[in-house]
């Protein structure tokens, strides 16, 4: 198969589709992989060295479309991408459709088949391409957070940490998962007072195994929800719905009476986010105001540190590729249920039901087609 990797352009994103480890793995499988000049910049990976792992070099996005067979990429493809996908070719990258109605109709017109990392499942119902960009996000989360905590900043003007004879700064994380587990780690690493709020009762047992007590564990009922984000300094949204869009956990009448000053970091944002509040924002521009909070709603926090990104996507996505590459998708899918649940559209048709149901689009289910 001939596996294409266009270059990233979405605003500061730096992470590249292949490194080039991965590329030689897909030659060694007899593959050839074509990338286009400039790709792996931003990783530290210049051109001499994908073509000495044995990828061909092409001068420009749109020779790379022409050419490939399968385009990898990290992040969702962008309009003027979408617009170079035609029918029968095989996208293998983030997608994130649930709150993306512009993109779904446009790979649905291209007649493209189009696979997601974040919906490809495993054995224990964990989502294996998801989680690596998870923990990168987590851990940026609290320190992105504690920055927008600055008064130069916006922010109350507290840190984290604390000194001797000064409280430390409150961190709250809504969600016990992937990043909200990473989130908390930093944020005790950094000697701050947190909170993890999650609805199930089975994650918090774990996380008490975990933390051994240095986290404080409540269940997320709303109200709780609302007393912890009252008294936070800092607020980490980290909820998902595999698929679907993300739940609104803070309405804007409760974020209007949180301190001024304070932070929510709303890592939820790629589905849509988890604050009434939230809206996009890119790294050139990353935060906002709305009653006196600070929002950082960064839809690709990862690409500020590509290199460590895009090293760990691939260490998860690597067999995945190749399953692809070596059987063909329909095959790979066929064998594999887990990779078959990462099929998000196919010909035109949505084959991801909670995409489907976010849209209010037709589902066609995966195995049919």
């Known amino acids: 198969m001939r596996i294409g990797v266009p270059k990233e352009i979405k605003t500061h994103e730096y992470r590249a589709g292949l490194t080039p480890p991965a590329v030689r793995e897909l030659v060694h499988h007899g593959h050839e992989v074509v990338v286009q000049t400039g790709t792996g910049v931003g990783i530290g990976a210049d051109d001499a060295s994908y073509q000495a792992a044995g990828a061909r070099i092409l001068p420009d996005a749109a020779a790379v479309f022409e050419a490939a067979d399968m385009i990898v990429k990290v992040k969702e493809p962008q309009a003027s991408e979408i617009a170079m996908l035609r029918r029968g070719q095989l996208l293998f990258t983030y997608l994130h459709l649930a709150p993306d109605r512009e993109q779904t109709l446009g790979l649905m017109k291209s007649g493209c088949t189009a696979i997601a990392y974040e919906t490809i499942t495993d054995a224990a119902g964990r989502l294996p391409l998801l989680a690596p960009m998870s923990e990168v996000a987590g851990r940026m989360a609290v320190q992105v957070g504690a920055v927008a905590l600055q008064k130069a900043n916006g922010g109350r003007g507290v840190l984290l940490g604390g000194v001797p004879g000064v409280a430390p700064g409150r961190v709250v994380v809504l969600g016990g998962g992937v990043v909200g587990t990473h989130a908390a780690k ?24 975990i933390f051994g007590g240095r986290v404080r564990l409540i269940y997320a009922s709303t109200h709780e929800v609302e007393e912890a984000a009252l008294q936070a300094d ?18 804007r009448a409760q974020i209007a009476r949180m301190q001024p000053g304070s ?17 996009a924002t890119t790294h050139a521009d990353p935060t906002y105001v709305v009653d006196g909070v600070v929002h950082y709603c960064v839809a690709n926090m990862p690409g500020a540190v590509a290199r460590t990104s895009t090293w760990a996507l691939n260490n998860a996505t690597l067999p995945f590729t190749l399953a692809l590459a070596d059987k063909g998708w329909r095959r790979a899918c066929a064998d594999d249920p887990h990779l078959r649940a990462g099929l998000n559209v196919h010909d035109g048709h949505i084959t991801c039901e909670p995409v489907a149901r976010s849209l209010g689009l037709e589902f066609v289910p995966a195995a049919s087609v």
């Open 186 to 209: 930093m944020a005790i690493g950094l000697g701050a007072d947190v909170t993890v709020l999650d609805k199930s009762l089975p994650r918090l047992r774990e996380l008490d195994d």
């Open 234 to 251: 800092l607020v980490v949204g980290a909820v998902l719905v595999p698929g679907a869009a993300a739940p609104k956990l803070l309405t």
């Open 263 to 279: 932070v929510l970091v709303d890592v939820a944002i790629d589905q849509g986010g988890c604050f009434e509040t939230s809206h």
